[in-house]
Every structure is written in structure tokens, then in C-alpha cells.
Antibody, heavy 117, light 112 residues
Framework: QVHLVESGGGMVKPGGSLSLSCAAS????????MTWVRQAPGRGLEWVAF????????HYGDSVRGRFTISRDNARNSLYLEMTSLTAEDTAVYYC??????????WGQGTLVTVSS | QSALTQPASVSGSPGQSITISCTGT?????????VSWFQQHPGKAPKLIIY???KRPSGVSNRFSGSKSGNTASLTISGLQAEDEADYYC????????????FGTGAKVSVL
């Protein structure tokens, strides 16, 4: 049974940094592309970043490129998102999502990031 | 890459059928049979209900069906039930070197 559990969310001041983690279980993590998707309060879904199974290919959404870094540790079955220079516009629930191979098929429960002074 | 266009809201009475459209371009929906649909209840994570235009994951009700014509994909919910009240998002593969997936704007389904 596929299970994705995000952690690391919380409140941070504008300009600050935060790191998110996603623990994966129930599937061969190293075989799948993984992604981060976010959803601002009352808004739609937005792609943040995705990373290939080996970590060699990475893509970022326009709104986070240069500020966020996605990475993975296949030995630990874990996905990460390092976020810097945070602004109020980054306030959202962040979901860890498996990509199979094109379809985003399994989603974690999400972790809330609030950027506020 | 611009978001796929969905109606903001769709409503129907219990037992009726409703259809949610998802309009893209020839670079995404029009060129690939890689459209998926997600259902999201308030405070919950999105759940995959349709993938590759017409396929249903195991456990998803057969009241949900997908189709595509040209640059527009559609999700039909038949025999509408109160539990179907939720937000629905489409998603498509898109030919892009920057980011190969795009979401729809989302549609709120209300059961009257």
C-alpha cells in the first residue's frame, strides 16, 4: 500500500527558510519520479517541482525557480524540498506526489506552510 | 504554460448526470491521451479518479467516466450523489521542456 507522509511545515517569517520532507513506503521509491504540488488557501493546485527517479533530471515551476531545491535520498525512501526567500505567496499546503509514469497517482496528506510576520 | 480551463462551478440534483469540461490546446490535451482527473474534498488531499483520459483506478466508482474530443477533455459523473460534492481538477501532459504537466483551474461540484 503506497504511503506518502509529509513533514516539516510550519510558520516562518518572510525572507526565511524551511525544509520539507516526505517519507515514502509501500512501493519501490527509486523507480519513480516524484513531485511537490502546492495549494494556497482557497486556490487551485500548482506544480512546484519534480525530480526523476535517479535525481538527474529536475524541473521547477516559474514561481519557485531559484528559491526552492528539490532532492531525494533513494536509500532512505525520502523526498525533500528546501525553500528559501519565502514570501506570503508561498503560503500553502504542500503535497508530496508520486508520478506514474506521467499520472500523479498517489498524494500525501499535505503539510501546511505559513509565511507571515 | 497556462492552466487548463475549467468552469468554476457545476451543479446538479441527486441522480442526475453532470459533465465537467477541461479545455487546453494542441500542445497538451489535443496531442496526448494523458489527461487525469482528481477529486478533492475540503481539507483533504486530491484523489485520482481518472487517468489516461478514460481509465479508472481500482476502487473508483464506475459513475465517473472520462472522455476527450480535440483540445477538450470531459469528466462525467452519473447518478450524482451527495458525496460527489467536491472540487475537481484535470491535469494533462504538455509538450514543454520547462515543465511537462499542467493542472486545470478547478471546478466546484455542488449537489442541489
Amino acid at each position: 500500500q503506497v504511503h506518502l507522509v509529509e513533514s516539516g511545515g510550519g510558520m516562518v517569517k518572510p525572507g526565511g527558510s524551511l525544509s520539507l520532507s516526505c517519507a515514502a513506503s509501500g512501493f519501490a521509491f527509486s523507480d519513480y519520479y516524484m513531485t511537490w504540488v502546492r495549494q494556497a488557501p482557497g486556490r487551485g493546485l500548482e506544480w512546484v517541482a519534480f525530480i526523476s527517479s535517479s535525481g538527474a533530471a529536475i524541473h521547477y515551476g516559474d514561481s519557485v525557480r531559484g528559491r526552492f531545491t528539490i532532492s531525494r535520498d533513494n536509500a532512505r525512501n525520502s523526498l525533500y524540498l528546501e525553500m528559501t526567500s519565502l514570501t506570503a505567496e508561498d503560503t500553502a499546503v504542500y503535497y508530496c506526489v508520486r508520478k506514474n509514469p506521467v499520472t500523479p497517482d498517489y498524494w500525501g496528506q499535505g503539510t501546511l506552510v505559513t509565511v507571515s510576520s | 504554460q497556462s492552466a487548463l480551463t475549467q468552469p468554476a462551478s457545476v451543479s446538479g440534483s441527486p441522480g442526475q448526470s453532470i459533465t465537467i469540461s477541461c479545455t487546453g490546446t494542441s500542445s497538451d490535451i489535443g496531442s496526448y491521451n494523458l489527461v487525469s482527473w482528481f477529486q478533492q474534498h475540503p481539507g483533504k488531499a486530491p484523489k485520482l479518479i481518472i487517468y489516461e483520459v478514460t481509465k479508472r483506478p481500482s476502487g473508483v466508482s464506475n459513475r465517473f467516466s472520462g472522455s476527450k474530443s480535440g483540445n477538450t477533455a470531459s469528466l462525467t459523473i452519473s447518478g450524482l450523489q451527495a458525496e460527489d460534492e467536491a472540487d475537481y481538477y484535470c491535469c494533462s501532459y504538455v509538450y514543454s521542456s520547462a515543465f511537462p504537466l499542467v493542472f486545470g483551474t478547478g471546478a466546484k461540484v455542488s449537489v442541489l
